[in-house]
């Protein structure tokens, strides 16, 4: 209890913390300050592009338009088990006596 008590009481103090840390970040503008920050944000921005400093060595250079299209990547099967699958409460595949969650199953 007194181990809980002193915990509650440190998350009363974070928390006190953390008020008091954004009320003293806190700007307090006026509506027509908003205003020009919401005009300013409406404003369309120019088009930017965005390049990596080792893209010409890239091995997948963006394709132009005489360039060769790449194939497709195949579709990923989804992993299928052969045979049926070992319950946790059975006896282990490798013949030890343990259950398999005790033995081969176990998580570590």
Known sequence: KREAFAMFQQMLE???????????KVQVRSAQQLDEMEEHNRQPQPDVQYQHADADSSPHPQAGPDA??????????????????????????????KKFKQCHGRLT
């Open 68 to 97: 060769e299209a790449e194939p497709e990547p195949a579709q990923q099967q989804p992993y299928r088990r052969q045979g049926r699958k070992i319950g946790r409460n059975e006896p282990c595949w490798c013949g030890s006596g």
């Open 14 to 24: 974070q928390i006190k913390h953390d008020v008091a840390s954004i009320l003293v």
